[in-house]
């Protein structure tokens, strides 16, 4: 008979991933224990947490969009009620056209693609003149926004630590003992665990056979002239999102060779040139960050089991739909270790078992 665990689950890692799957255990009346190393840093903490549910140049949907954004709204605004905070912000997002052909092109795919309810033809707007660059309109989305991601991790942390279930740690992979029944950490015994590392899964020798491929990423937070209130994420090339009193957050870059937490005057220079292809006034330039996104080949997420060892899981590569496929993915991942239901085959890690040896 297996003696006593301390949880059905130990998650390592309290970023995005790691989080939303804490919480759906929490609900689902599981026993949970989270280790998360606030030194490390981390994409989650500095993410800018837009969701857009079209994209592209060719207005492509995002995968998986029935799915995941009606789901999105109900997990995060209940989460909203048990932290207690605003963590979620419906905000329209603004693509001004780049030329008359670009309108045509869009106007047709709005029709063709059957999004009238997600997608709107905006005429030039007076009250943008003054501030963004848009002589010939542009399209609205609707169904996009932020979430806080930082305000939401950092009240993640504070109720998991009311319920004394997180522990602010580096782990130790040479202090972890996989058994058939159980791991054993630190002399402690767990049913499973779970790795939620983001980027950091190159230093996890169980999974470091998997073909991530991670992009760096740096973002600006900014002020502008008190007279200006952009009220919607302007989007062409570079985006800026609106953040509350007068601060908004610009970017992003993508860098595949230089996997750094490391800011950088090139990519600086990179958003504020980008910017002005819709930006009229100057921005203040106040915080720079960077981060190194849990990207796969594919761009799918990868969730499920060890090949080998069946209480050893992952849950990583959401990407840069982290906000999007995080609460949907932690979902399907939870009541497949729960109850056997099928992940999608799309993202489940068994795609990539031919890799491991």
Same mark, same amino acid.
């Given at each position: 008979m297996l003696s006593k665990v301390e949880a059905d689950y130990l998650i390592i890692g309290q970023g995005l991933a790691g989080t939303c799957l804490a919480h759906q255990f929490l609900q689902k009346g599981k026993s949970v224990k989270i280790i998360q190393n606030q030194d490390l840093p981390s994409s989650s903490k500095v993410a800018g947490g837009m969701f857009? +549910? !079209?994209? &592209? $140049?060719?207005?492509?949907?995002?995968?998986?969009? =029935?799915?995941? #954004?009606?789901?999105l709204h109900t997990f995060y605004q209940d989460l909203e009620i048990s932290l207690n905070t605003?963590? *979620?912000? $419906?905000? +329209?997002?603004?693509? +001004?056209?780049?030329? =008359?052909?670009?309108?045509?092109?869009? @106007?047709?795919? @709005?029709v063709s693609k059957d999004l009238e309810s997600i997608l709107q033809d905006i005429p030039v707007s007076e009250s943008k003149t003054r501030t963004i660059k848009a002589p010939l309109g542009g399209i609205l989305t609707s169904k996009s926004g932020r979430l806080d991601v930082p305000l939401f991790l950092e009240k993640s942390a504070e109720y998991f630590n009311k319920k004394q279930i997180i522990h602010f740690e580096n782990f130790?992979?040479? =202090? *972890?003992?996989?058994? $058939?029944? #159980? @791991?054993?950490?630190?002399? !402690? $015994? #767990?049913?499973?665990?779970?790795?939620? =590392?983001g980027y950091h899964v190159k230093d996890n020798p169980l999974f470091n056979w998997l073909p991530f491929n991670p992009v760096k990423g740096e973002t600006l937070d900014v002020t502008l002239t008190h007279e200006v209130n952009i009220t919607e994420i302007i989007n062409q090339g570079a985006w800026l999102m609106p953040l509350g009193d007068n601060k908004y957050k610009m970017g992003s870059t993508y860098d595949w060779d230089n996997l750094n937490f490391e800011i950088t005057e090139k990519a600086k220079d990179e958003i504020l040139e980008k910017s002005k292809n819709f930006l009229i006034p100057e921005p203040t330039i106040i915080a720079q960050s960077a981060g190194v996104r849990p990207a796969v080949e594919d761009r799918r997420p990868i969730l499920g089991k060890h090949p080998k060892h069946s209480?050893?899981? @992952?849950?990583? &590569? *959401? &990407?840069?739909?982290? !906000?999007? *496929?995080? +609460? #949907?993915?932690?979902?399907?991942?939870?009541e497949y270790l729960i109850n056997g239901k099928e992940i999608n085959p799309e993202s489940t890690i068994d795609r990539f078992y031919p890799l491991y040896s």
């Open positions: 857009n +549910p !079209v994209t &592209g $140049k060719r207005l492509a949907r995002t995968w998986l969009l =029935e799915e995941t #954004y009606d789901y605003k963590i *979620l912000h $419906k905000i +329209p997002l603004f693509r +001004p056209y780049k030329n =008359e052909n670009q309108k045509n092109q869009f @106007i047709k795919a @709005i130790d992979h040479t =202090e *972890l003992s996989i058994k $058939k029944e #159980y @791991i054993e950490y630190k002399s !402690v $015994k #767990y049913k499973n665990i779970i790795f939620c =590392e209480n050893i899981i @992952i849950f990583n &590569g *959401l &990407g840069t739909k982290g !906000v999007s *496929l995080a +609460p #949907y993915f932690s979902k399907q991942l939870a």
